[in-house]
């Protein structure tokens, strides 16, 4: 009975070991992936700007959402994008939203409503394209640039071709992040999330 006691714990032990490895090889996969994308920057004209989703303080869209938004602007005045796709829906104990806000912002510095379109029902990253794929099929629009942030930007375009869309990647570089703690805790949400979604692939 002792030696298939021993047995079972050693075998218990190396399957501890094995999924420990597994894990930590997917996260180093995720995060070299993920920062490796964060450089590329494939914008180019297309028919419109999909501006991810991020957390709205009241009325004002965070810092994070704030320099989405901004980057999409410039797109837009720069005759990249003619259209905007503003994502995001109501998110805890917020009471707008987030695509409400980013419109907002986005009207009081020059683009005209009329270029504007919204999904506002979303809460992830998946939500966000789908629905806002949906609203860019009503309005027979076929290309997109893919607006977040630059560690975000991999597994959205995992998810536009995943959906089928022709999407590029236009990541903003003027994030402002709060503190180093608040940038590192990002990226290692990132992992997390792309790490799920690599499994999820199975």
């Known amino acids: 009975m ?109 683009v005209d409503p009329a270029d504007i379109l919204l999904e506002n029902t979303s809460t992830s990253t998946y939500e966000n394209l789908r629905n806002a794929q949906e609203v860019a099929r009503q309005n027979g629009l076929e290309t997109f640039l893919i607006v977040s942030t630059p560690n975000h930007m991999r597994r959205a375009l995992a998810l536009a071709d995943d959906l089928h869309m022709e999407a590029y990647s236009s990541p903003t570089r003027s994030i402002r992040w709060i503190s180093n703690v608040t940038r590192t805790y990002s990226f290692v949400r990132e992992v997390v999330a792309f790490s799920v979604y690599l499994l999820n692939l199975g």
């Open 2 to 110: 002792v030696k298939v006691w021993q047995t079972a714990v050693r075998m218990l032990a190396r399957l501890v070991t094995a999924i420990l490895a597994l894990t930590l090889l997917l996260g180093w996969y995720a995060a070299t992936t993920i920062f490796l994308f964060s450089l590329r920057d494939e914008t180019r004209p297309a028919d419109a700007a999909i501006v991810l989703g991020a957390a709205v303080w009241g009325e004002r869209p965070s810092p994070v959402f704030r320099e989405r938004i901004n980057h999409a602007i410039q797109l837009y005045h720069e005759g990249t994008v003619p259209t905007l796709i503003f994502t995001g829906g109501v998110g805890n104990q917020d009471k707008r939203a987030e695509a409400e806000v980013g419109r907002d912002y986005a009207i009081a510095r020059g």
